[in-house]
């Protein structure tokens, strides 16, 4: 690493999985990391330290505060909840459509890209696993209310496995409940 990382840099270190730089010195990163729940000082010239997202390594005008600490991690959390996965669908669906057709000859048949459906599908995933996220970070719940609303959850994911076939990696695909013992 030739050019020196700011405040705010995304890491990740060969033992200690991805941190957050939350201060530097002439030597040393302090970096936050999340496995260690903890600061770790780390040389600038150590070689497992790889680059996720850099921030420019300008100096700061006087000692890093725990507020400054504190909006770095919120603007690094709150990018990281916006960040959108790219799911592939599955390559014999690309360029295909969708056609809902009512019984009523009446009316005309309705035409959608299925790359499109798919990505409302994924949309519909990823926002089921936010609120599971705020679920079970909820402080007002107790651990019985987490497991009831957790359970609905579990069925809506289990509604939705008829999408699975056009997810291209099973690992994007929804799961619900396991029947197997």
Partial sequence: MSTPLGIGSRVDHMHF?????VD???EFYIIWFKSQQDTKSISK?????????????????G??????????LHNILDQ????????????KWKRGNMILK????????????IETFFHKIVMVRDKLRVMEQK??????????????????ITAVYGSLTTFNVLFKETIHQFKGVSTKD
């Fill in 102 to 113: 009512p019984n009523d000859p009446t009316m005309q048949a309705k035409e959608i890209p």
């Fill in 135 to 152: 679920i079970n970070a909820h402080k007002g719940l107790d651990d019985a209310d987490k497991v009831e609303l957790q359970q609905y």
């Fill in 63 to 72: 000692p890093i505060t725990i507020a400054d600490i504190e909006q770095a």
């Fill in 80 to 91: 990281r909840l916006h960040d959108t996965q790219v799911v592939p669908i599955a390559l």
């Fill in 24 to 26: 530097t010195a002439s």
């Fill in 17 to 21: 999985g991805k941190g957050v730089i």
């Fill in 45 to 61: 010239d150590y070689e497992g330290l790889k680059v996720v997202d850099g921030v420019d390594g300008a100096p700061t005008d």
